[in-house]
């Protein structure tokens, strides 16, 4: 079997993320990269091999398949340029911005006959697809959820719109994905919204319902500290809270006894704990399979709408509702 030559464009934390973890899939080879700053590029090549290339042309013409791990506004771009060049993609989240970026990708990815997948890595977490099968025992019927940073000072560019798109784009979108993941397709939206540490909106209220009967509030802030679980889950069932902390455990809380039982994941390695492993397994699976990624194009579309339709919701004070 020949390995899957995967190029890399955008060698920072996250491209060496992937680049490690591909090293070690025997079915895949990490043979490009690409980065504006060579020297990056040079650093990882040293780590993992792959031939550092001066342009993303030239990587296209030394791989099967692309990750596009460069900062979030680039992605459409860049994505769509790949796929012009026959190859499978993996974009990082966020998939685009701007609904009309998203749109404008959405068509290329879906008409390419290609493997794409975007980097919702939280789907692939064992906390949350233990989430997802304790949920599937019982009917929720609502949620909170939480999804928080302690500043938007390290690194620089997470509090630098240019890049970024808005702090939605760069840490809730995590759990706006999982939300369709869990619970399915949203309805309707509320959002409130304020500025107060940074020169964006930066802190958000919303309420959700779905087209299920499913409803859950939602907070996101951008100063919050780091006081854990910066991101967490607690769905309430009959009689039962099941609550997650990050990625690290869920507890699961059922009857009318003050008892509950404690799923850890702490010992697994974080790129498996996170789902960075697992996501990656997956993209090789469905090319080597032919079939659709576990997270595809439409999904990635899906959570730039939510993202826009909760900007546009604060800014109009109106509801959203979707078809």
Request: hydrophobic content about 40%; charged content about 25%.
């Amino acid at each position: 079997m020949s390995k899957v030559r995967i190029g890399i464009v955008g060698t920072g934390y996250i491209g060496n993320v992937h680049a490690r973890i591909f090293a070690k899939d025997e079915r895949a080879d990490v043979s490009a990269l690409f980065d504006i700053v060579g020297e990056r590029a040079e650093k990882t090549a040293r780590s993992v091999g792959g031939r550092v290339c001066i342009s993303r042309e030239e990587l296209f013409e030394n791989c099967d398949a692309v990750l596009v791990c460069t900062p979030n506004k680039t992605h459409p771009d860049i994505a769509a340029a790949a796929v012009s060049a026959g190859k499978h993609v993996f974009c990082e989240k966020p998939f685009a911005i701007g609904i009309d970026e998203a749109k404008g990708l959405l068509d290329v990815a879906e008409r390419s006959g290609k493997v794409f997948q975007v980097g919702h890595n939280r789907r692939f977490a064992p906390a949350y697809v233990k989430l997802k099968e304790l949920l599937s025992s019982d009917k929720v019927h609502s949620a909170h959820i939480k999804m928080n940073r302690g500043e938007l000072l390290n690194p620089t560019w997470t509090g630098d719109t240019n890049i970024t798109g808005g702090f939605l784009y760069e840490t809730t979108i995590h759990l706006f994905d999982m939300m369709r993941f869990q619970f399915g397709e949203i309805a309707e939206l509320a959002a409130y919204g304020s500025q107060h540490e940074y020169p964006e909106l930066d802190e958000f209220s919303i309420i959700f319902k779905f087209h299920n009967g499913f409803h859950c509030t939602f907070a996101s802030s951008s100063d919050a500290s780091w006081h854990f679980p910066f991101e967490r889950i607690e769905a309430f069932c009959h009689h039962r809270t099941i609550m997650t902390e990050e990625m690290e455990r869920i507890l699961d809380s059922q009857g009318i006894d003050p008892n509950f039982e404690t799923h850890s994941f702490h010992m697994v390695e974080k790129e498996e704990r996170w789902g960075y492993v697992q996501e990656d397994a997956a993209f090789i699976d469905s090319i080597l399979d032919g079939n659709a990624s576990p997270v595809t194009a439409f999904d990635g579309y899906k959570s730039v709408e939510l993202v826009e339709s909760v900007y546009r919701a604060i800014d109009s004070g109106e509801r959203v509702q979707f078809d």
